[in-house]
């Protein structure tokens, strides 16, 4: 209940990161994207900017879903608004945690 209520107050006051006297906290919120909007990138890009970013459906043993990888593709946002727009509705926020680290003396 306490890391609720810190959550909580935190985001009421547009925080991600507090000072306080047990240390600093911090709330990294998870991210993750939707595809299905994501695949709006693929009709606006040019094929050669996605190379490691984006990896289509193919088979193996077995289907392989299509694998965004957006800690590379976020470097897309630069390209355009539209792109920047994709991204940002894409979107898809995990539940946030509570962190707190010791303050160096």
């Not at 935190?10 to 939707?34: A, F």
Request: aromatic share 6%; charged share 30%.
């Amino acid at each position: 209940m306490l890391e609720r209520r810190v959550v909580e107050v935190m985001q009421t006051w547009g925080s991600e990161r507090m000072r306080t006297p047990s240390g600093i906290v911090t709330i990294p919120k998870p991210v993750s994207y939707d595809t299905s909007i994501l695949a709006g990138l693929r009709e606006i890009t040019d094929p050669a900017d996605l190379a490691g970013i984006y990896y289509p459906e193919h088979e193996e043993l077995r289907r392989v879903a299509e694998k965004w990888n957006m800690v590379r593709g976020r470097k897309l946002i630069k390209h355009s608004v539209d792109h920047a727009v994709i991204i940002e509705d894409a979107k898809i926020y995990g539940r946030p945690k509570v962190k707190i680290e010791e303050e160096a003396s």
